[in-house]
């Protein structure tokens, strides 16, 4: 019972610290960015928005 609590905690512990770094979501190539500032739809790749100038998240 005791082995299982371990390995129980160890495996929580891990899935937490491996889930924690996250994974930064890219858009597809094909899909188009809108500017939170300006709303302009901006192609995938553009780092900042066309129209305005802001930076794209």
């Given at each position: 019972?005791?082995?299982?609590?371990?390995?129980l905690v160890?495996?929580?512990i891990v899935w937490g610290i491996s889930s924690?770094?996250?994974?930064r979501q890219q858009p597809r190539p094909d899909e188009?960015?809108?500017c939170a500032r300006?709303?302009?739809?901006?192609?995938?790749?553009?780092r900042f928005c066309r129209h305005c100038?802001?930076?794209?998240a």
């Open positions: 019972m005791d082995l299982f609590i371990l390995v160890i495996t929580l924690s770094k996250g994974v188009n960015r809108a300006c709303g302009t739809l901006n192609p995938a790749p553009a100038g802001t930076r794209l």
